[in-house]
């Protein structure tokens, strides 16, 4: 069955087509420094992402380290607060003891005085 010559004439156009985009063709003068500069731009923002990715990653360890120290600083305050505060209580019984020493010494003499 021969093809119908409207679809002989649509091949040729298309093969001549096809041959005219698939022919050789010299680049542009400006091709080369255009790819050159991009590869440049491109080169230079992963750099920069880089440094930005770097600069993050410091400032959260600074941030953590000093949470971390902040922290640290205020347990210890605390222990002392603490210790401060067990010390006055000793005190304030050796004080209270010494106090009711005495009260019973004089309460011991007093009985005996009575009692003679």
Known sequence: ???????IHQITEFERELRQNLARRPA???????????RTRH???RFRN???LWQRL??????????GGGYAWHHVQQ???GEEARRQVFTALRITN?????MNARLAAHDRAANE
């Open 1 to 7: 069955m021969p093809e119908p010559p409207e679809s």
């Open 28 to 38: 542009p003068p400006s091709l080369k420094r255009r790819i050159l500069e991009a």
């Open 43 to 45: 080169r230079t923002a």
């Open 50 to 52: 880089r440094i930005v």
């Open 58 to 67: 410091a400032a959260s360890l600074v941030l953590a380290a000093s949470l």
């Open 79 to 81: 222990q002392r607060k």
């Open 98 to 102: 010494r106090a009711l020493n005495e």
